[in-house]
């Protein structure tokens, strides 16, 4: 019985290997399919997610904390203070406030002016002006100044006649210590200068010696 046996199995001993084989990796598979999925990932991915969506919301909150009110007041249909940022311009202002009223002066108003926290807009009325404190500034290139400002800035390069000091005149053309003094000399006199061709007066500058200074004093 033990030969017929051993014979059996030298013969068809790869199906024996072969249903071993098969056994094996069915039970591989059946644990594999068995085994939870570990939560610990989703949790994480979750929570990245989570700190992603936060990041990307806290960005308008640091543009709202920039942001300032202006004052409306005038010839619009809803006069107040309304929210503007650094990008904000009239026209956007006074579409918030309803639009302008019907007797709302537009020839008198900058619609493309870029406005900041804490202005003051005024809207006039047709035939109305503008309030002084209200005026808008006017804008250069480097800054906004007012339109005295910028004559200020425009003088600041001239001498002064009835201040400059007699180093200070002998900088300009055809002026040497002699002729400064006797500029200093003439102010004092005559109380100052009144208008730069005062200047023609002292002793010594004619009109040739004046057109070729005239554009570089002041008084």
Same mark, same amino acid.
């Given at each position: 019985?033990?030969?017929e ?10 199906? =024996?290997? +072969? ?8 039970g ?6 068995r ?36 004052d409306?007041?005038?010839? !619009?249909?809803?006069?107040? +203070? ?7 311009? =009239?026209?956007? !202002? !006074? ?8 007797d709302?002066?537009?020839q ?11 202005? !003051? ?7 109305e ?21 910028v ?9 002064n ?10 900088? =300009? ?10 500029? +200093?000399?003439?102010r ?32």
């Amino acid at each position: 019985m033990w030969l017929e046996w051993w014979h059996w199995v030298k013969q068809y001993w790869y199906f =024996l290997v +072969i249903g071993l084989l098969a056994i094996s990796v069915s039970g591989v598979l059946f644990l594999l399919l068995r085994s939870p999925t570990p939560k610990a990932d989703v949790t994480d991915t979750f929570a990245n997610e989570s700190v992603s969506v936060a990041a990307t919301t806290s960005t308008p909150s640091v543009a709202t904390n920039s942001a300032g009110f202006v004052d409306v007041k005038g010839a !619009v249909k809803k006069p107040g +203070i309304y929210q503007v940022n650094a990008n904000t311009r =009239l026209f956007d !202002v !006074v579409r918030l406030a309803g639009g302008l009223a019907a007797d709302a002066d537009q020839q008198q108003i900058n619609l493309a002016q870029q406005l900041s926290d804490q202005q !003051v807009v005024f809207i006039p009325k047709i035939g109305e002006e503008v309030p002084t404190q209200y005026a808008a500034p006017v804008a250069t290139a480097d800054t906004t100044t007012t339109t005295g400002s910028v004559s200020s800035d425009a003088n600041s390069d001239l001498v002064n006649l009835n201040t400059a000091t007699a180093e200070e005149l002998q900088q =300009l053309t055809g002026i040497g210590q002699k002729k400064a003094e006797l500029i +200093i000399q003439f102010r004092t006199e005559q109380g100052g200068f009144q208008q730069p061709e005062d200047l023609k007066k002292v002793s010594g500058i004619g009109d040739k010696t004046f057109e070729s200074l005239k554009d570089s004093v002041t008084v």
